[in-house]
Nanobody, 118 residues
Framework: QVQLVESGGGLVQTGGSLRLSCAASGSIFSINAMGWYRQAPGKQRELVAAITRGGSTNYADSVKGRFTISRDNAKNTVYLQMNSLKPEDTAVYYC????????????WGQGTQVTVSS
């Protein structure tokens, strides 16, 4: 089992920055990749960024050049640095973990609200 706890959401003006954190605990050695998803009201959940244990990253086209996913292995924490925020980035952001042997993200955090005002 893996437990994930997000923090760092909030209210920011257009053009501002926020950093989200996701602390993992439990069977962390089973984690193959971690990702950040978001879901806005009335929209489907979408993958924003992901990072594998090997360090490979990928981003949604809508956030490329603005968001950066990173990790601190010593702290078992993954970060999402969000710069140049836009109102369309407003959503609940979820941290997720994928373990070895699966192709889906099976573990989820509780979510943190990010609101970008225009």
């Amino acid at each position: 089992q893996v437990q994930l706890v997000e923090s760092g959401g909030g209210l920011v003006q257009t053009g501002g920055s926020l950093r989200l954190s996701c602390a993992a605990s439990g069977s962390i050695f089973s984690i193959n990749a971690m990702g950040w998803y978001r879901q806005a009201p009335g929209k489907q959940r979408e993958l924003v960024a992901a990072i594998t244990r090997g360090g490979s990253t990928n981003y949604a086209d809508s956030v490329k050049g603005r968001f950066t996913i990173s990790r601190d292995n010593a702290k078992n924490t993954v970060y999402l640095q969000m710069n140049s925020l836009k109102p369309e980035d407003t959503a609940v952001y979820y941290c997720a973990a994928r373990v070895y042997g699966t192709s889906e993200y099976d573990y989820w955090g509780q979510g943190t609200q990010v609101t970008v005002s225009s």
